[in-house]
């Protein structure tokens, strides 16, 4: 009998595919397979044939992008069709410092010890956050010139001081490195940058083919990263560059057909290696960096140098209409933008849709691939073309970014992001970043449990907020285009201990109007779902704020019209009698079916929530709740109310139902106050 048909991977069914064979063969017929020492023999070479097959296994999943496992393969089979991975990237701040330096006397006169102050590359601040400290640096020196200024004193005199202001710079987290190669002309010479964790946008590559052997201090050419083949010419300096085995970086340069051939000198290739996501979020800084002028050190980390440190203040000095200059604090932004190296999945993902984008901007997907690449600290995107916006806006695209870290895109990182998209869209399609809109989603649960199968209500209640929490991470929300699954949420909460009962769960979406304070303003609020009407009742609830000409406090609330598609908002008040007053009857318009509200021209003086905050609720139509458009929908489980109620029934304490009817008993249906708690 041949022996072909084998089709299994298991280690036993290999073993008795061999005993087949073997009795197949008339020269074996009267042997006992498993008492004798030929057993062994036929178990190494199951053994044998089960190692090659799961080994050949391997390599083959190892040969596709869908199926490898091995990051290294995965970026190998990426690079094939030109993607090259996101790298770790550093979080980032602005900071405004003002020195006073040194002074010297010549010739009588007290005057700075120098016209200008450069800060030196590298390592400039020091940040701490939970108790880790993290280092900030600049890619590039900073030289800034020293005026004179008169300070205004408390007696009225004035005093003139020297100062140089290094105003908003930009620091990054992570460690500032330098590396050197030697170009010796071989074939097998690569250019392997020594670290891991290098934040590959911030990469700066200069070649200096001086043959001076004295020429040591210039860095020579900058090269700039290659990302498009076209239009290269031979003498053009660039670079190309791919990931490598444990995450570490290679450089490759032009071959004198592509970009100019590097054959002597020596590469330099400065970067900052990062810790990326954990850098985020540091807000307290101190200086540790190098102010130099002429080379001569006046700033620095030596024991002289940290005695003038009080010099320094986080700010800069404004001119008064005396002439006279006062200090204006500003204090460092908090660190954000940090992004950690992409992951295998991601890359699986994404590989294939960059490169059948073609570098063109055409589709929504398009958009969406080409954003992510460009701004790496993208977490969602929505693309939204002008023939679906409400009118049609033709030849525009309007696009919505939710960062990782935060819910709102700088304006600088806004316009870095549409010079980038120029490059790969069509001529004549204006695009336009805005603001994220979020939709937050609440839920008001009351959940009965057996106290005779827990310890405390607290524990219990911890262990649901801990699975909600898993749940409002996930895939279904927090994008856009994302849906809130209210059967699947009612299922988290009864399944979290066998000790829950049954829950009664409400649901209500809410946006936050950003208001321009003091300015007469109108506003719209679309939520993208269809509000639920109650006839002559108020659907529409509101936080408190302060209009022009009123003093008190009032809210926001509707009206419902006959035919319940539409309503009338209005402007109230509640005075200290629990009397309600309206201060505006007509105030705007309501759409339930679209979920959109719209405030007529309104000043308003003042807000209770911080920043300017005025949060509008809504119960939804259905309690499924989608994301729709340029809506980013979020789970906001810090202001649902999660009430724990003992379920007597089921503990045993009583059997009639009376005592649960009258102690127990939680409505379907939200009401509470008129107003937004």
């Known amino acids: 009998m041949p022996f072909t048909k084998f089709t299994n991977l298991d280690f036993d069914q290999i073993k008795t595919s061999i005993k087949d064979y073997l009795r197949s063969n008339s020269e074996f017929s009267d042997f006992d397979f498993d008492g004798s020492n030929f057993s062994v023999l036929i178990d190494t070479l199951a053994y044998n044939t089960y190692i090659n097959a799961f080994n050949s296994n391997m390599i083959v999943n190892e040969s596709f992008l869908d199926s490898a496992t091995l990051r290294e393969n995965v970026t190998s089979l990426a690079r094939n069709i030109g993607y090259v991975p996101r790298s770790k990237t550093a979080s980032n701040s602005r900071i405004t410092i003002s020195v006073e330096p040194e002074l010297k006397t010549v010739n009588g006169i007290i005057q700075p010890i120098s016209s200008s102050i450069t800060l030196k590359r590298g390592l400039v601040f020091t940040g701490n956050r939970s108790d880790t400290n993290y280092v900030f640096s600049t890619l590039e020196d900073i030289t800034v010139p020293v005026e004179e200024i008169k300070i205004r004193n408390a007696d009225g005199s004035t005093t003139t001081k020297y100062i140089a202001t290094f105003k908003d710079i930009k620091i990054y987290q992570g460690i500032y490195l330098s590396q050197k190669f030697d170009v010796d002309n071989s074939i097998n010479q690569r250019f392997i940058l020594g670290n891991s964790s290098i934040d590959t946008s911030l990469l700066k590559v200069y070649v200096n083919e001086s043959s001076d052997p004295n020429d040591n201090q210039s860095l020579g050419t900058e090269y700039r990263l290659l990302d498009n083949i076209v239009n290269v010419k031979p003498i053009d300096p660039i670079y190309l560059l ?3 085995q444990d995450e570490k970086y290679e450089l490759f340069f032009g071959d004198g057909i592509i970009g100019k051939k590097v054959d002597s000198g020596v590469v330099t290739a400065n970067y900052i290696v990062t810790d990326g996501r954990d850098g985020n979020g540091v807000k307290e800084f101190s200086f540790a960096g190098n102010l130099v002028t002429n080379n001569l050190s006046v700033l620095g980390s030596s024991e002289q140098s940290i005695k003038l440190l009080s010099n320094i203040i986080f700010g800069y000095y404004q001119k008064s209409e005396d002439g006279t200059y006062a200090v204006i604090s500003v204090s460092p932004t908090s660190s954000s933008n940090g992004g950690d190296i992409e992951s295998i999945e991601s890359i699986k993902r994404y590989a294939p849709r960059i490169y059948s984008t073609q570098n063109r901007a055409v589709t929504s997907n398009d958009y ?27 030849g525009n695209v309007q696009i919505s970014i939710k960062p990782k870290n935060g819910y709102f895109v700088s304006d600088f990182d806004k316009s870095r992001i549409l010079t980038d998209l120029k490059k790969y869209s069509i001529s004549g399609i204006n695009q336009r970043i805005i603001d994220l809109k979020v939709i937050f989603v609440e839920i008001d649960t009351s959940i009965y449990y057996d106290d005779t199968k827990i310890s405390t209500a607290d524990s219990l209640k911890t262990q649901i907020i801990s699975t909600l929490t898993n749940y409002s991470n996930s895939l279904d929300l927090n994008k856009f285009g994302g849906r809130f699954k209210y059967s699947k949420v009612l299922g988290i909460i009864d399944n979290t201990n066998r000790a829950v009962t049954s829950n009664i769960t409400k ?17 719209e609020l679309c939520f993208g779902n269809e509000f ?3 006839s002559g009742q108020y659907n529409i609830k509101s936080t408190g704020f302060t209009i022009s000409g009123e003093t008190s406090t009032v809210y926001l609330t509707d009206t419902p019209n006959p035919d319940k598609k539409t309503g009338i908002l209005s402007i109230i008040k509640i005075l200290s009698s629990g009397e309600i007053r309206v201060v505006a009857k007509s105030a705007g318009i309501i759409d339930y079916k679209k979920g959109e509200i719209n405030l007529t021209t309104i000043t308003i003086t003042s807000t209770q929530r911080d920043n300017n905050i005025i949060e509008i609720e809504a119960i939804p139509e259905s309690n499924d709740i989608v994301g729709l458009k340029d809506l980013y929908i979020n789970f906001n489980l810090e202001k649902s109310k999660i009430n724990m109620v003992k379920d007597v029934i089921s503990s045993g304490e009583e059997s009639s139902g009376s005592v649960f009817i009258r102690n127990s008993y939680t409505s379907s249906y939200l009401n509470g106050t008129l107003f937004r708690e």
Do not use: C, W
């Open 242 to 244: 791919q990931e490598i």
């Open 368 to 394: 969406e691939n080409l954003i992510k690449q460009i701004y790496p600290n993208t977490e969602s995107v929505s693309v939204v073309g002008g023939e679906e916006m409400d009118p049609p806006q033709y």
């Open 507 to 523: 649901v209500k979406i809410r946006r936050n109007l950003i208001a321009f304070i003091n300015q007469s303003a109108q506003y």
């Open 532 to 534: 639920h009407v109650k």
